[in-house]
Structures are given as C-alpha cells and as structure tokens.
C-alpha cells in the first residue's frame, strides 16, 4: 500500500448544519409521504396511517447524506458508493475509455446510503447517459444494460478513469450535479441514484487494488486502489 504513513484526512464539502442530513432530491418525496400520512390520520384511517408513518421514516432513512472524511492521499482511488464490491478484475474493452481496464463493481442495497461522492480529484471530461434496462444492479448484465451515467474523469497527471451510476431493478432515477470541464475534488458529493443501484469504476492497467469480492465499501471515505 502507498500514501503517507500519517492516516489524515479532509473534507470535501461543508460540514452539515443538521445532525440528520438529507439529500436535496428526497425532500419531495419525503413531503409527499408525510402529506398522504396526514390526510389518512385526519380520515381515521389508523392502519393505512400507521404504514404511512413507516413509509415516510423508510423515504427519511433512505435519502440520509451523513458527513464523511477523505483519506488524504494522492494517489488513492475512493469509493463513489457505499455497498458491497460485487466484481473486481481486468476487463479488455471499457465500454467508455479505449482499451483494457481495471473494474470494481460495487452494488448498493436500499438500506445503503445512496448519495454518491467523486472517487479522485481531477476535471470531468466527458458525461455519457444511456436509457437502458433494469436488471437487478448485483447482476453483471447490468453494468452495460441497464440505465446509466458514465462519467470520464482526467487527473492532474493526464490518466483517465471512469465511474458510472447504474440504475438497478428498483432504482428509475439518475442524478448528476457536475458538468462537462468542471473541476472536482476527491470525496465531493456528486449525485445519488434513487432506490438500490450500482455504481462500476474503470481504472487504469497499472493501478493497485486494495479491495476483494464481498468487501464493503463507504462513499468518501474507502480505498479502493491506488493509481501508478
């Protein structure tokens, strides 16, 4: 393993100002919930309500955007994703960046946070969206035919990795904040996937993998490799 001795780290966006964080794109959703709980209670409708309570508390939980701290070391590459690493290994086309590459799947349940993060400080390239399928995300089709959104990042030293958001068998919605040619830090917040997903990272031939199959992993905050 590479980087400093010293574990230290940084944060890539502002401290929230709530112990409870939630992500911008949930709270209508969350509203929606709470306002069909409502009109349900007022009607007396006590076990529809009591299912609405626990619905809306689900919607609360899902959408959560919890803090993190980034490893402060150069060369590593973060997760994107909280989940499980579901593949890892060399595949000899990308289907976004020419050539070999290194892929780590990580897949996310619906208990997992959902906010993804920027897994290495550079500028985003190229943003390429599909409209495709809905296979379940831990399945390997899903990485090429299911709906996604692949985003090519170019480090400071001109190497090219590539992370895409995979909607899954549940998940029908796909968000994205960063444009084309902007600039992004290591452990920023990006976008989320909403309702079990996937989220595939491309690295580069050489790089060094710190992560194994059934491994899991947190947005921000885990190391997934390293790059040469």
């Known amino acids: 393993m590479t980087g400093n001795s010293i574990n230290k780290f940084f944060r890539a966006d502002p401290q929230s100002q709530t ?69 890892t290994g060399m595949v000899n086309e990308n289907p976004f960046i020419n050539g070999p590459s290194l892929k780590i799947g990580i897949f996310m349940n619906i208990f997992n946070v959902h906010v993804n993060r920027i897994p290495f400080t550079g500028k985003i390239k190229k943003i390429l969206y599909y409209p495709g399928k809905f296979y379940s995300a831990n399945k390997e089709e899903a990485s090429t035919d299911n709906e996604h959104n692949a985003l090519i990042l170019e480090t400071d030293k001109q190497q090219r990795l590539c992370f895409v958001q995979i909607a899954g068998l549940i998940a029908r919605r796909i968000i994205c904040h960063v444009c084309e040619e902007e600039n992004v830090v290591c452990g920023q917040r990006f976008g989320l996937i909403c309702f079990g997903s996937r989220v595939d990272v491309y690295l580069p031939v050489d790089s060094k993998l710190d992560v194994a199959k059934g491994d899991k992993v947190k947005a921000g905050t885990s190391i997934l490799g390293y790059l040469e």
């Open 19 to 87: 112990g409870f964080p939630i992500a911008k794109a949930g709270w209508p959703i969350i509203f929606a919930s709470a306002f069909v709980t409502f009109v349900l209670a007022l009607a007396g409708l006590v076990y529809p309500a009591l299912i609405g309570i626990l619905v809306t508390f689900f919607i609360c939980n899902f959408f959560r955007d919890p803090d993190r701290v980034t490893p402060d070391k150069s060369d590593a590459v973060i997760s994107p994703a909280d989940g499980r690493i579901v593949f």
